[in-house]
């Protein structure tokens, strides 16, 4: 059975609509980069080195990066080998479970929040621009939804405006958010927000940081100090670290992750606007650069298209029409 039909019998029963939007919002990625795999092994009949030169040529412009292009290529050419395969067909079923295959990197990553039995302090770190503040919102959203009590807290507040933002979208939600005036100190900030949290009894605190990149030892020393204040009140806190990363500025958003997880301890990333991007090849060059993990991607405007990455879901929408005509849909 090829790995189209696997992954098909696979992903079939779970949430539907979550697959749809995978499939939607990796529509401008697909439509580029599967097309023109589409149109190279439409022109190939055989699999040689001029092949693979033109599929190396098409993962870069996706931004998968050099790298994990090099791997991928590597791993493909063994396996064409091993399997003595001559011509193109289902090659792309082939691409697909490699590109599984390096994003789990032989490991089951975990895309799960370190959710706590009492209050978890989530902390988000990210550049202006990136869609921080809407992530924040989201995330609420969803963790609501999910039954759990929610409070934000407007530590950036250095941008103007950016505490404003982070309130209309607590009314939006319905939670509250702890904040001071433009120009405070973040931890002093962070100091009140975990306070207020412990004793209303909130399930989830949600931070907003600065996102100033122009001075680095700047932003070590005010994450540093935003994780030393919470830390103290709560044992183990931050629980997790979620760096938001902006898909539409590819190899860019590598730059910002190396530079931030110097300064905190980034657990994942959340990688925003993937569904406005033609090169959403850069989640893999995250993950085999960062060894950080992808826990949300956004896929939409919408307030639900936030969604836990799923790297079958992710090679499903890079794929989805290939798949569907192999599993003779």
């Not at 103007?160 to 900030?189: F, H, M, N, T, Y």
């Amino acid at each position: 059975m090829s790995f189209f039909k696997k992954l098909k019998e696979k992903i079939t029963g779970t949430n539907e609509a979550v697959t749809e939007k995978f499939k939607d919002g990796l529509s401008k990625t697909r439509n580029s980069f599967t097309s023109k795999v589409n149109d190279l092994v439409a022109r190939f009949r055989e699999v040689d080195e001029e092949f693979f030169e033109e599929l190396e040529e098409l993962l870069l412009q996706a931004d998968v990066g050099v790298e994990t292009v090099m791997e991928l290529v590597d791993q493909l050419k063994w396996e064409v080998q091993r399997k003595n395969i001559k011509n193109t067909e289902g090659i792309q079923s082939l691409i697909s479970e490699k590109l599984v295959e390096i994003y789990k990197d032989g490991e089951e990553l975990d895309i799960d929040l370190n959710m706590q039995d009492d209050l978890t302090v989530i902390l988000m770190v990210g550049v202006n621009g990136v869609g921080k503040t809407t992530t924040i919102g989201k995330l609420a959203a969803r963790l609501k939804a999910e039954g759990k009590t929610v409070m934000l807290a407007a530590g950036d507040t250095f941008r103007a405006g950016a505490i404003d933002q982070l309130v209309v979208w607590g009314e939006r939600v319905g939670v509250e958010v702890i904040k001071q005036s433009e120009g405070s100190d973040p931890a002093a900030v962070m100091y009140d927000a975990v306070r207020a949290a412990k004793n209303r009894k909130v399930d989830v605190l949600i931070c907003d940081t600065a996102g100033r990149l122009q001075n680095k030892v700047n932003l070590m020393n005010e994450l540093e100090k935003v994780h030393r204040v919470i830390g103290k009140e709560i044992e183990g806190a931050p629980h997790e670290v979620l760096l938001a990363l902006d898909a539409t500025t590819g190899q860019n958003a590598l730059v910002q992750a190396h530079t931030f997880k110097e300064a905190t301890n980034v657990t994942g990333i959340v990688l925003t606007k993937l569904d406005g991007t033609a090169k959403g090849g850069i989640v893999l060059a995250i993950r085999n650069k960062l060894k950080i993990p992808v826990k949300f991607v956004g896929l939409g405007e919408g307030m639900d298209d936030l969604q836990p990455f799923d790297p079958e879901k992710y090679v499903y929408g890079l794929f989805a029409e290939g798949l569907e005509k192999e599993a003779g849909e």
